[in-house]
Protein backbone atom coordinates (compact mmCIF):
# COMPACT_ATOMS: atom_id res chain seq x y z
CA UNK A 1 0.00 0.00 0.00
CA UNK A 2 1.16 3.37 -0.66
CA UNK A 3 1.11 6.60 1.15
CA UNK A 4 2.34 9.68 0.64
CA UNK A 5 4.07 12.10 4.34
CA UNK A 6 5.07 15.67 4.86
CA UNK A 7 8.57 16.84 5.82
CA UNK A 8 8.89 20.82 6.15
CA UNK A 9 11.68 21.55 3.86
CA UNK A 10 14.78 22.11 5.76
CA UNK A 11 14.34 18.73 7.69
CA UNK A 12 13.96 16.91 3.97
CA UNK A 13 17.27 18.18 3.06
CA UNK A 14 18.57 17.14 5.75
CA UNK A 15 17.96 13.74 4.97
CA UNK A 16 18.71 13.77 1.63
CA UNK A 17 22.00 15.34 2.23
CA UNK A 18 22.90 12.25 4.39
CA UNK A 19 21.37 9.43 2.16
CA UNK A 20 23.90 8.01 -0.37
CA UNK A 21 23.46 9.22 -4.26
CA UNK A 22 22.91 5.91 -5.53
CA UNK A 23 20.58 4.27 -3.01
CA UNK A 24 16.82 3.71 -3.43
CA UNK A 25 15.94 5.92 -0.45
CA UNK A 26 18.21 8.80 -2.22
CA UNK A 27 16.01 8.24 -5.57
CA UNK A 28 12.34 8.45 -3.39
CA UNK A 29 13.69 11.33 -1.87
CA UNK A 30 14.71 13.12 -5.27
CA UNK A 31 11.05 12.57 -6.37
CA UNK A 32 8.84 13.87 -3.90
CA UNK A 33 6.48 16.78 -4.39
CA UNK A 34 7.11 20.18 -3.43
CA UNK A 35 4.37 22.05 -2.69
CA UNK A 36 3.65 26.07 -0.91
CA UNK A 37 0.47 26.19 1.17
CA UNK A 38 -0.45 29.65 2.33
CA UNK A 39 0.49 30.03 6.62
CA UNK A 40 -2.47 29.66 8.35
CA UNK A 41 -3.90 33.08 9.96
CA UNK A 42 -1.25 34.83 7.11
CA UNK A 43 -2.90 34.23 3.85
CA UNK A 44 0.08 36.28 2.12
CA UNK A 45 3.22 33.94 3.30
CA UNK A 46 3.47 30.77 1.61
CA UNK A 47 5.12 27.66 2.96
CA UNK A 48 6.85 24.89 0.91
CA UNK A 49 6.13 21.20 2.36
CA UNK A 50 7.74 18.01 0.84
CA UNK A 51 5.17 15.57 -0.11
CA UNK A 52 7.06 11.99 -0.10
CA UNK A 53 4.84 9.10 -2.23
CA UNK A 54 6.66 5.34 -0.98
CA UNK A 55 5.34 2.25 -0.22
CA UNK A 56 5.25 1.06 3.35
CA UNK A 57 8.57 -0.70 3.22
CA UNK A 58 10.54 2.24 1.92
CA UNK A 59 9.13 4.17 4.71
CA UNK A 60 10.70 1.41 6.82
CA UNK A 61 14.21 2.04 5.32
CA UNK A 62 13.68 5.74 5.28
CA UNK A 63 12.62 5.17 8.73
CA UNK A 64 16.13 3.69 9.27
CA UNK A 65 18.01 5.70 7.58
CA UNK A 66 16.67 8.58 9.97
CA UNK A 67 17.03 7.03 12.95
CA UNK A 68 20.73 7.19 12.58
CA UNK A 69 21.16 10.44 10.64
CA UNK A 70 18.51 12.95 11.24
CA UNK A 71 16.54 11.47 14.43
CA UNK A 72 13.62 14.44 14.22
CA UNK A 73 12.62 13.23 11.22
CA UNK A 74 12.63 9.87 12.14
CA UNK A 75 9.87 10.80 14.42
CA UNK A 76 7.87 12.45 11.56
CA UNK A 77 8.54 9.03 9.68
CA UNK A 78 7.25 6.60 12.58
CA UNK A 79 4.11 8.60 13.05
CA UNK A 80 3.22 9.02 9.52
CA UNK A 81 3.89 4.75 9.94
CA UNK A 82 1.79 4.39 12.73
CA UNK A 83 -0.83 6.26 11.11
CA UNK A 84 -1.63 3.45 8.94
Same mark, same amino acid.
Not at 26 to 33: I, R
Not at 55 to 82: F, T
Given at each position: MSF?? !?L !???PYELLLSRCDPSSQ !??????? %?CIEERPIKGQRDLLQKVVQIL????QAEKL??????A %?? %?? %?????SALEAL
Amino acid at each position: MSFTF !EL !EVEPYELLLSRCDPSSQ !EYQMLVN %ACIEERPIKGQRDLLQKVVQILCQRDQAEKLLVLAIAA %AP %AV %ADIIRSALEAL
